[in-house]
């Protein structure tokens, strides 16, 4: 696949421009954000330039089975039903599954509670199990799709990583997390099955990402210098 990806001349990176702090669109339309800035730095050791493909939750692994993109640096938890049509990295971050809702609505449960989730999500499978009665609300998008709806009360509440919804909480005065996590996923880079040695070289450069710094620097660059990165093992 290195080989491939440096005869092309380019690297496909597919990212997730869904939601604020992990990947977005700036004012001039650039693709910014976490998992940008992970991407970037992960074309820079290939040594090609990237070019980024916006992909949403349930189009990651489907596209990198069929050969659209190259590599996946798009806030995918890595779960044993995935792992078994993709290989993953080892973590490049970590995140739990967090709920939002209005301020002022005194929701304490989902429980017959319209929540608004991404399709093919990790926050969509564990509603299915722990919360069966909630009322799903899909969108392919969480931001700017979801967050609308949470914003113009057409739903109760909202189900996604911690990452996304702790930076909306801070942006929003209206909107509120709900104390606790739901889990506690790896975030892996994901690829093609059939290739092991990428994963290997993918799985040195999260390592090096680790113990270089980039990933504390990376990390309260998007969500603040209070922050506290969670603990990443740079084994690999």
């Known amino acids: 696949m290195i080989d491939d990806i440096r005869l092309r001349g380019t690297v496909r990176i597919g990212v997730s421009l869904g939601g604020e702090p992990i990947g977005f669109r700036d004012a001039q339309n650039n693709p910014v954000g976490y998992d940008v800035d992970v991407a970037t730095m992960l074309a820079q050791k290939l040594g090609v330039p990237v070019e980024f493909v916006d992909v949403s939750g349930d189009a990651r692994i489907s596209m990198l089975v069929s050969g659209q993109i190259d590599v996946a640096v798009a806030n995918t938890s890595a779960t044993l039903e995935r792992a078994k049509t993709v290989n993953f990295t080892i973590p490049y971050n970590r995140a739990g599954l967090r709920v939002i809702v209005q301020k002022n609505a005194g929701i304490k449960d989902l429980k017959e509670k319209k929540v608004v989730v991404g399709r093919g999500t990790t926050g969509e499978s564990f509603l299915k199990i722990a919360v069966p009665d909630a009322q799903l609300v899909y969108v392919d998008q969480f931001a ?93």
Request: aromatic share 12%; proline share 9%; no cysteine.
């Open 144 to 236: 700017p799709d979801g967050v609308l709806q949470l914003q113009q009360k057409r739903v109760d509440a909202a189900i996604e990583d911690s990452s996304l919804l702790d930076y909306l909480a801070t942006k929003n005065p209206s909107l509120v997390t709900l104390p606790g996590l739901y889990s506690n996923d790896p975030i892996g880079i994901a690829v093609a099955k059939g290739d092991p040695e990428f994963v290997r070289w993918l799985d040195m450069f999260v390592s090096d990402y680790i113990q270089s710094g980039a990933y504390a620097a990376n990390y309260t660059k998007w969500w603040g210098a209070g922050s506290n990165p969670p603990a990443l093992n740079p084994q690999w």
